[in-house]
């Protein structure tokens, strides 16, 4: 059974940062490819960061890029989402998704990720 919990969300100001982490258990966490995604309200959910198995490869949301960076520690099952300049249109649950295959590649769609955390809340407001 695999587990995912997330952890780092809040209430920011404007051009602040925020750290996500997410904790994994119950595969072996180095052989799939991972992902960040968020869910605003009223708006369908959607890759914010994705990084392949071996971390050499990753995917960001044209909305993102140069803001956030998206890494993970295999040694300790644990990927991590660091969030700069945050702006109030990046306030949303952001969810932990663990991918379907054991590949190297990177996957963008929520049906790629049958794993998902529980979700944390991200709010930027000043």
């Known amino acids: 059974q695999v587990q995912l919990v997330e952890s780092g969300g809040g209430l920011v100001q404007p051009g602040g940062s925020l750290r996500l982490s997410c904790a994994a258990s119950?595969?072996?966490?180095?052989?799939?490819?991972m992902g960040w995604f968020r869910q605003a309200s009223g708006k369908e959910r959607e890759a914010v960061a994705v990084?392949?198995?071996?971390?050499?490869?990753?995917y960001y949301a044209d909305s993102v890029k140069g803001r956030f960076t998206i890494s993970r520690d295999n040694a300790k099952n644990t990927m991590y989402l660091q969030m700069n300049s945050l702006k109030p249109e990046d306030t949303a649950v952001y969810y932990c998704?663990?991918?379907?295959?054991?590949?190297?590649?990177?996957?963008?769609?929520?049906?790629?990720?049958?794993?998902w955390g529980q979700g944390t809340q991200v709010t930027v407001s000043s």
């Open positions: 990084v392949s198995r071996g971390g050499d490869s990753t």
């Open positions: 119950g595969r072996t966490f180095s052989n799939y490819p």
């Open positions: 998704a663990a991918g379907r295959w054991p590949s190297s590649n990177v996957y963008t769609k929520t049906n790629q990720y049958p794993y």
